[in-house]
């Protein structure tokens, strides 16, 4: 009964925002809507598509061309649904958020269970019952319902809500062993916006590990699966555009070169707008490694014991560092983080952490209504507010795997803090 | 013997060929009540268009670029001030503030882009016009609204032919004028480019140089074509700054007129005097002879004066009877006039508006070709015409898409505006953010947004100037009735102020994010590659303990 409460709520809640007044205002904010997911350039791009004008000739539109089609077609046929449809798409996501942090709690007893012995005696009380493990996937549920982010990002119907879906689909595929369905999914995922790639990772792993038997062989199945959903996307967008693969350039070359430099809470717009024409390509580069290629390896050779917690931090340092990020990706990822609830005692920046993220949220909008409309700031206060945030993420990411690995060590060598005796603290060597 | 005979022959010709060209200057003035004085200067050589190279009368570099580029038609205008339809009606000439140039390539040339900016390149050092600054970003080929005045073959596909650009932020100035005078066979020696004093002409609240070339036949059954270059200037004066309604070549140039061109055929001046019968005034000396035009329904008076080149020097003014000097005058509006201007607050969204006038008792088809820049996206999908995304009057509808540094944005739309109404096309736009190399100097003075393009076919030539499309000269005008009167006018341009950057940060920027980037990959660095220890802890040291352990160490 609660939990349908909260459903209808949280329903209630998204569907009258997007009949407001204000919803024009929320749809073009800069920190929701970026050139990549906004409403706006989906409507221009379906609009442009219906008077036969490819709408990849210019430079309004970077959907892919199956989202383009989807949303041609409900445009045309059924316009009064889209906002009951981005309200029930996103309370879906939440539901298989939920179903996701439900599998991934009984793997986690599972793993608790068998690594029992290995528990030294004076953690034992650490470990996790059941009341305390199935309040984590409740948890999970009403972030993703109530997080003023999440919410704000379905109220602005970005496609964002899509990209959200599509990969909660793939991470309860995931960790239900239906490896079709997971990798076709994160490969609609891919195509949609290229950076959950990343997570074909952990969800080869999870499936490796759910569907048990051959490891190397279940790896090369999910990889083989993925690649060829992927490609078959591709290719279907080809045939949409009539055999063109001109979009590429305007989908994936846009979210890789960021030649929109509007101002969004990512660290790319501002570096690239004060960027030096000869050093773009190099930090281009650079930063596209950092978001794509750079921690994969590291933290899955690191992590390869916990799949969860890597498609968690994966998703996370992807958010943090792609080209045009928005508060509805990380509203998707702060709802993963209930998950580690237990986590939370070992963190330390809590605190400091909590307040930056409520400090940057609030003075966001105002720094940029400073800057745009009433002209008494310049780009650099916004700048500051979303280097603060996206300091306070990377805060947050790192005290989150920091505080695994203590726990982890904690469990091992018991809670006291002595060598030989004497008192002792935790270092890295 | 023979020898001579061979000189004669090839003198005969080559002067046959030289007496094929023709030179006329004219000059058509027109007051326009309450306070303004419109002079239009027109410098026409016509050109046996097989010798460009050997006439004595076309520029030789101007004949050059027409030929190497093969350029079929050009129209070259460099103008400061903005014409105001509503008050002045229509100038002979429209032409867009700053600088505008279309040009029709022959339709034998394949690579037009490249030939475009290679004859932008050099009309650009021939005019000191900063010409050279267009390219395929601010270059848009118009589909409905531009047609070759010129001779054309009716076959050919000319559309494609075409390329369009304006420089709206082009500052014009004595630089462009003094090569424009060059041009001339008189120079500004003699002839009436002798009155173009800039000190003067740069005093007017409007004035425009241009440079027109186009075929024109040579016959009737135009067989053979001739080149037309058509110099133009065409200046208003506002009272105001020559203190009185009383005008004349001294107040308005700074000295009389000193004869006609040697080298022109006919060189006359055309006052016109319809206005004459409200705002009364005699012209000293008095006209050569008087023309009654009987135009569509309008009539016009014009005052002719012959100019001959017999040494004196002429002084044109007009002497208004000072009983009526304080006459209230009630402007007529032309048939068609508009207004276009920037909506919005901020520096994220705004919109731009274009308000079509038809003043006249039927609709009339109208096609407005709105070019944006590629830093101020427009969105189809936002297009309004009188409020209404999809509305009847817009008949035919072209969008080309632009894209960032690369081309701009194009909307072309025939509109049939109703009998007595205003028409109102909104279209929104979002700000773009530049790169901080990309904003000219001074960034915060703002972006200039170039004109939209009115074409239409008049059914009336009330207020209506221009030549016929057959004519030449100004005499052509004289009860040229047609159908209709087609005209090209350009709205005001607009001005944006994008969103800077502070330009003093680069290095700030790019140090402050690639820490924000350190700071993720240090923790996880230590994450992935260490592992956690207990490390006893040594009882805490004090520091001047700390102190003293340096200075220990230093001494051994």
């Known amino acids: 009964m609660a939990v349908i409460l909260k459903y209808l709520i949280a329903g209630l809640v998204r569907y009258w925002l997007i009949h407001i007044d204000y919803w024009q205002t929320i749809a073009n904010r800069v920190e929701i809507a970026t050139p990549l997911n906004s409403w706006k350039r989906l409507i221009e791009g379906v609009y442009l598509y219906g008077h036969n004008i490819n709408p990849y000739e210019g430079d309004s539109f970077h959907e892919s061309p199956i989202m383009l089609v989807l949303f041609y077609y409900l445009m045309k046929r059924i316009p009064f649904i889209l906002p009951a449809l981005f309200t029930v798409l996103d309370l879906l996501t939440a539901y298989l958020l939920y179903r996701t942090s439900k599998a991934f709690i009984n793997m986690f007893k599972d793993s608790q269970d068998k690594k029992l012995e290995e528990v030294s005696e004076e953690s034992k009380n650490m470990l996790l019952n059941d009341s305390q493990l199935k309040e984590a996937s409740e948890y999970v549920l009403s972030v993703y319902l109530f997080n003023p982010y999440s919410v704000l990002n379905c109220v602005a119907m970005t496609t964002t809500v899509i990209q959200n879906l599509l990969v909660a689909a793939s991470l309860w595929g995931a960790s239900t062993g239906h490896r079709i369905l997971a990798c076709v999914f994160v490969a609609f995922a891919t195509h949609q916006a290229l950076y959950p790639v990343l997570l074909i990772v952990p969800i080869a792993i999870l499936l490796a590990e759910v569907n048990k038997g051959c490891h190397k062989c279940s790896y090369i199945k999910t990889l083989l699966v993925f690649v060829l959903c992927w490609g078959f996307l591709i290719y279907i967008s080809a045939y949409i555009m009539d055999g063109s693969y001109e979009y590429v350039y305007d989908t994936y070359g846009f979210i890789l070169t960021v030649p929109d430099l509007k101002p969004n809470i990512g660290l790319f717009w501002y570096f690239f707008t004060e960027m030096f024409e000869h050093f773009r390509l190099l930090f281009v580069c650079a930063f596209q490694i950092n978001a794509l290629a750079l921690y994969v390896i590291p933290l899955t050779l690191r992590f390869k014991k916990e799949p969860v917690l890597l498609a968690t931090v994966l998703v996370a340092l992807s958010t943090i560092f792609r080209s045009y990020p928005c508060i509805g990706d990380v509203g998707f990822y702060m709802a993963l983080l209930p998950m580690w609830k237990h986590l939370f005692t070992f963190m330390q920046q809590k605190f400091i952490v909590g307040c930056a993220f409520i400090i940057t949220s609030a003075l966001g909008p105002t720094v940029w209504h400073l800057w745009i409309y009433s002209g008494s700031a310049n780009a650099n206060f916004f700048f500051g507010v979303t280097l603060s945030f996206a300091t306070a993420q990377i805060f947050l990411i790192t005290d989150l795997l920091f505080a695994y690995i203590k726990r982890e060590f904690t469990l091992k060598h018991g809670t006291s803090r002595q060598v030989d005796g004497k008192p002792a603290k935790l270092v890295l060597r | ?556």
Request: glycine share 4%; proline share 6%; net charge positive.
């Open chain 2, 1 to 556: 013997m023979s020898i001579y005979r061979l000189f004669w022959i090839i003198f005969i010709s080559a002067y046959s060929v030289v007496r094929s060209d023709d030179f006329k200057e004219e000059m058509y003035i027109k007051p326009l009540p309450p306070s303004h004085l419109y002079t239009y200067f027109q410098f026409i050589t016509i050109v046996n268009h097989k010798s460009t190279e050997h006439s004595h009368l076309s520029p030789r570099s101007l004949g050059e670029v027409i030929s190497r580029f093969k350029v079929d038609e050009l129209h070259l205008t460099l103008t400061e001030g903005q014409w105001r339809h509503h008050q002045w009606g229509y100038p002979v000439l429209d032409a867009a503030p700053g600088a505008e140039l279309y040009a029709w390539f022959a339709t034998d040339v394949d690579d037009i882009d490249t030939q475009w900016r290679k004859l932008t390149s050099t009309l650009s050092g021939l005019f000191c016009a900063s010409l050279n600054f267009i390219d395929n970003f601010n270059t848009v080929i118009p589909q409905m609204a531009l047609w070759p005045t010129g001779a054309v073959k009716p076959i050919q596909n000319i559309t494609s032919q075409l390329r369009y650009a304006s420089l709206p932020r082009e500052i014009v100035c004595t630089e462009n004028l003094t090569p424009w005078k060059k041009l001339l066979p008189c120079e500004s020696s003699r002839g009436f480019s002798a009155l173009l004093n800039s000190r003067m002409i740069h005093n007017t609240k409007y004035h425009s140089i241009g440079v027109h070339v186009r075929k024109i036949c040579a016959n009737k059954d135009c067989t053979d074509t001739h080149l037309e270059i058509k110099q133009t200037v065409a200046l208003v004066y506002d009272y105001k700054i020559i203190n009185s309604m009383d005008w004349s070549f001294r107040k308005l140039f700074g000295q009389g007129l000193p004869g006609a061109c040697t080298l022109s055929s006919a060189s006359t001046i055309y006052v016109d005097v319809t206005t004459n019968s409200s705002h009364s005034f005699k012209l000293t000396p008095s006209p050569h002879r008087i023309l009654q035009s009987q135009r569509g329904a309008s009539e016009t008076e014009f005052a002719v004066y012959d100019i001959h080149n017999n040494g004196e020097m002429i002084n044109i003014g007009a002497k208004y009877d000072s009983k009526y000097s304080n006459n209230m005058t009630v402007i007529i509006p032309p048939p068609i006039y508009f207004n276009r201007y920037v909506l919005g607050y901020g520096k994220e969204f705004g919109g731009i508006v274009t308000e079509l006038v038809n003043n006249y008792m039927t609709a009339i088809d109208v096609v407005l070709l709105e070019n944006a820049p590629w830093w101020l996206p427009i969105q189809l999908s936002s297009l309004r015409v009188n409020g209404e995304a999809n509305n009847k009057l817009v008949i035919a509808q072209y969008f080309s898409p632009g894209r960032n540094r690369q081309k701009p944005y194009h909307l072309e739309l025939l509109i049939k505006l109703p009998p007595r109404s205003t028409t109102t096309v909104t279209i929104d736009f979002e700000f773009v953010f530049l790169k901080w190399q990309e904003y000219p100097p001074d960034a915060n003075h703002g972006f200039y947004i170039g004109s939209a393009l009115i074409t239409a076919n008049l059914p009336t030539a009330k207020q209506y100037s221009s030549l016929p499309i057959s004519g030449s000269t100004f005499d052509s005008i004289i009860n040229a009735s047609k159908p209709w009167y087609p005209a090209v006018f350009r709205t005001n341009g607009a001005m944006v102020s994008l969103p800077t950057p502070d330009f003093s940060m680069p290095y700030n920027v790019i140090c402050l994010a690639c820490t924000v980037v350190a700071l993720a990959f240090g923790p996880l660095h230590n994450i992935c590659t260490k592992e956690l220890i207990l490390k006893p802890v040594g009882t805490p040291v004090s520091l001047t303990q700390k102190l003293m352990n340096l200075l220990k160490r230093k001494k051994d």
